[in-house]
């Protein structure tokens, strides 16, 4: 069985999708005839320290020649050329979405990010990324030839349907508190439907963006919403199962996604879906399953919610549909055998 070599900057626990797929990646590749390898890389990344790039020089130097090596997007694209250049390595990209879309950026800051991942992506064997919608801005914005990129969707675990709350329904968040994931969009949608019934549960990390937190506790505050959204923070396996189970709908009004896994983990459990018609997220919740509305739009977000919220024969349709579509939703054995293919191509 041939050596993958999978570069990740960072802690691989997190509990981020990013960090999920690459853990879930490294269990299913051997199943479809690769042997991963893992080669931890600086935390620095997408802005390393000179240290940063120096000791990712080195590892790179240390791997077998020839060697195929598939580095998380994160890093990859944060790489300057001559850290790359004259090494026998075959590298392998893996994109969830482009660093210069990152939600919260400076002008300067999305311009250097994108020359910088621009150049690294020319320097790959072969791309791989989690989206089609990721791959469509590859081609258009970044010049990568079609055929170089192969789309490897997250699998979804299969999942009992939700079954609900009741009266009050509660409404699922689940992701990473930072600007992209649109939290703040949320409170002042949920503020507006404050004279409904529900609650609202939020599961990921506070800690990735301090600055943020602050501001969102600090509107959660001002709107008088903190008996109404319960801050779980950062939780997995069966305590963020019970959770699916436990709620009516999902809700995460991000401004940009690469694929969105919490979308089709909330598929696979039949929650209706509101979220933001940006990224990949209309590739990933079909039209009969959820309702999606434009980014950065408290108020049509808050009308959606409405909807929902008042209508629970549109509620149980919405559920329906998403039931129906996650038991269709790819595997990561489905996964594996993608990049599987990719790896394939990389030393030709």
Known sequence: MPDVWFAIPGNIETLTGGYIYARRLIDALPGAGWQPRLVPLPAGFPNPTPADLALTRHVFE???????VLVDGLAFGALPQNILDGLDL????????????ESGLSEAETKRLHASEKAALKSARVVVTTGPDTARTLVSRYDIAADKIFVALPGTDPADKSQGHGDAPVLLTVATLTYRKGHDVLVRALASVADLPWTSAWAGSMTREPETTTNIRGMIKSHNLEDRIDLRGEISGDALDELYMRSDAFVLPSRHEGYGMAFAEALAH????????????PDTVPGNAGLLVPPNDPDALAAALRHLLIDGNKRAALANAAWTHGQQLPRWSDTAATVAKALSVAPS
Request: charged share 10%; glycine share 10%; net charge positive.
């Open 62 to 68: 240390d791997l077998p020649k020839g060697a195929v």
């Open 90 to 101: 075959r590298f392998v990209a893996l994109v969830h979405h482009p660093l210069a879309l």
């Open 270 to 281: 039949g929650l209706p879906i509101i979220a933001c018609s940006a990224g990949a997220v």
